[in-house]
């Protein structure tokens, strides 16, 4: 055998760099070819958006091939150009439909942009055929109907649709380039950004447009679309927060829905779009109901309680999403019926209604992201009880100042109508839009006392701990002493399983261990900070550090909150008992507390520092008698 040696494996610690590596590029190109088929779906669904057919106009065709107008609605385009009901459509841009073979692709002529004119050759009865044109036009009583007749034009409505479709859709790829670019992703993160920018593609009208175009791109879009969901239902489903499955039997779930995607890719009536609405709705509804309860089992047996943070923020998310959904619909309704009333109805009326439809729907779709991405990288993941708080308080006062002024308006107006003889509906209106006014800051606080009692969020002061640090305990206790009250108080109040304090010594900023709660807990006897987490106690922040650290935060001791002040020391806080986190308004109470103590260490500091100077000036001066002395 020759000397020749085996090639070296790589190192165990670049093995997972590789990896990590891996999952990135992976992430980041899904990322991209999401972006692509975006950029194509667009202008598919701006052209289909615009192409409208005749409005208020229906037909069939008869046994011989021609096509018979069953209903046309007075005042239309049609009923204009003089078609009237039972009137024969002969011929459309000249080409006959009788014993034609293309007579189908003949009448996709009548489809086009809204506002545009076709030639049809009618005839009625016996009469000879006569030749028409007929502008293009909504359906009566439509959005796009309604809209116009306040002067909000089709390319306006379309636009606008258009481009809420690609802002949400730019709220899921944002978050997903975070995750992606994050320098502690792990896999599930990259998972994660990859279920989001799928799962906010498919849903898009655009990308659903293009899912039924012919050619390559079509068929991309229509395996994107389920992939998606897909993605997104078992990620969100089984596998959030720490990657771990819960329960066990989602994998056969997940399998399942898998399966069913493939299936898509390959036969298009097993895609929901084919379905009937009812049926596709059940679907997406149980599979949400799976979602809800996997969660659920995850939070009650096996959750941390970091975990049960993340899961009340995609819960709540998902939750709003379910209540947009159901206002989106019951808008969507009031429209429909009101497009059967065509006459009486404002388009003010419609365009509120179609905003609450499209806003209500869209708003906390693209909130969801947001909740899962801020959920995943534990950014002041223990703000959701007071995020909840509020949302219950404001959406509760919202929806009864809107219910008690709809009940108010009328009785208003047959007051008016009453004292003054005639209604004036201004005046009605007016008088009633100053009720919320009026109203809300009181019916809020009572509505905030009733929250209040059922799920008040943790409200923690330190003006115990500021006191302890006051000035008549300045003059007798020293930097150590001061440090030590700081930390058993705040460790008390907190119920923290414990905490340090750490001066800084020497010209390097060293910073050591100056006291300790419990006694001989092994807090490290210098804390080591990287140049990141310096700059950011320097200038005032505070610092969580990575998981598996000695502590869950840290608080800087400065004598100023301005950025850039010496720093005096660091509060280093523990893990609580309870299993609670630091909430925003914690960490704004801590960041007080800090400068407070800050200052009280550094007047410490120079009250020892010129202690120690008189002394020395005193001994030097004894001395000098000393020698004095025969």
């Known amino acids: 055998m020759t000397g020749s040696r085996l090639p070296e494996a790589p190192p165990a610690a670049a093995r997972p760099r590789a990896r990590t590596a891996l999952f990135r590029l992976a992430s980041a190109a899904v990322l991209i070819l999401t972006v692509v088929v975006i950029v194509v779906a667009i202008p598919a669904n701006l052209k289909r958006q615009r192409t409208v057919s005749l409005g208020g106009v229906e037909g069939r065709m008869d046994s011989s091939g021609e096509v018979v107008f069953t209903r046309v609605a007075p005042g239309t ?10 009137d024969v459509l002969v011929a459309v841009e000249g080409q006959a439909l009788k014993g034609n073979p293309a007579a189908a692709q003949i009448l996709g002529r009548l489809d086009g942009r809204a506002g545009t004119a076709v030639t049809l050759t009618v005839r009625s009865g016996d009469s000879p055929p006569r030749t028409v044109s007929v502008l293009r036009s909504p359906e009566p009583g439509s959005i796009a109907e309604r809209l116009g007749s306040i002067g909000i034009g089709m390319n306006v409505i379309i636009g606008y649709l258009i481009l809420l479709d690609i802002v949400v859709l730019l709220v899921y790829l944002g978050v997903a380039a975070v995750l992606i670019l994050h320098r502690r992703g792990t896999p599930l993160i990259y998972f994660g950004s990859v279920a989001l920018a799928l799962f906010g593609a498919a849903a898009t009208t655009s990308v659903q447009v293009l899912a039924y175009e012919p050619g390559g791109w079509g068929r991309l879009a229509a395996g994107l679309v389920p992939t998606g969901f897909a993605a997104a239902f078992t990620f969100m489903g089984f596998l959030y927060p720490n990657g771990r499955w819960v329960p066990r039997g989602g994998r056969i779930l997940a399998g399942v829905v898998w399966l069913w995607t493939a299936v898509q890719w390959l036969w298009p009536p097993a895609r929901p779009g084919n379905w009937n609405s009812i049926p596709a709705l059940i679907v997406y509804l149980a599979m949400i109901a799976a979602m809800f309860a996997a969660q659920l089992r995850r939070y009650r047996r096996v959750a941390t309680p970091a975990e049960r943070e993340q899961i009340k923020w995609f819960v709540a998310a998902l939750a709003s999403v379910v209540v947009g959904y159901a206002v989106s619909q019951a808008a969507a309704l009031a ?13 003010v009326v419609v365009f509120v209604l179609w905003q609450i439809s499209t806003l209500g729907y869209q708003i906390p779709y693209a909130l969801l992201a947001v909740a899962i991405g801020r959920a995943l990288l534990k950014h002041r993941l ?17 929806t009864l100042l809107t219910l008690l002024s709809a009940v108010l308006l009328p009785l208003v107006n047959r007051l008016i109508g009453r004292l003054a003889g005639r209604v004036s509906p201004a005046l009605a209106l007016l008088i009633t839009a100053a009720f919320p006014i009026l109203a809300f800051n009181p019916l809020r606080a009572r509505v905030q006392r009733f929250v209040d009692r059922r799920m ?3 409200d923690v002061t330190f003006d115990e701990t500021s006191d302890l640090l006051g000035l008549e305990l300045q003059a007798w206790l020293g930097p150590g002493e001061l440090m030590g009250t700081l930390v058993g108080s705040v460790a008390g109040q907190l119920n923290l399983a ?23 807990s092994g807090s490290p006897a210098e804390l080591a900070l990287g140049d990141e987490e310096r700059t950011t106690l320097r200038r005032g922040g505070l610092v969580t550090p990575p998981e598996g650290s000695a502590f869950s935060f840290l608080v800087p001791l400065a004598a100023a909150r301005t950025p850039g002040a010496e720093i005096s020391g660091v509060l280093a806080l523990g893990a609580r008992r309870n299993g609670r986190g630091y909430t925003t308004p914690l960490e704004r109470g801590l960041r007080a507390l800090g400068v407070e103590a800050g200052k009280a260490i550094y007047v410490a500091r ?8 008189i002394e020395d000036r005193l001994e030097r001066i004894e001395r000098r008698i000393a020698a004095l002395k025969p």
């Not at 385009?77 to 003089?82: D, H, I, L, S």
């Not at 010209?507 to 001989?520: H, I, M, Q, S, Y």
């Open 335 to 347: 429209i429909g019926e009101l497009a059967r009333r065509p006459a009486g109805v404002s388009g």
């Open 77 to 86: 385009a049609a009923a204009k150009a003089g078609i009237l009901q039972g």
């Open 382 to 398: 223990w703000d959701i009880d007071v995020v909840i708080n509020r949302s219950l308080v404001y959406s509760s006062v919202t």
């Open 456 to 458: 008040k969020p943790e």
């Open 606 to 613: 120079l009250r020892e520092s010129g202690r120690s100077d």
């Open 498 to 520: 414990s905490a340090a304090a750490y001066a800084v010594e020497g010209g390097g900023g060293r910073l050591v261990l100056a006291r300790e709660t419990p006694a001989g």
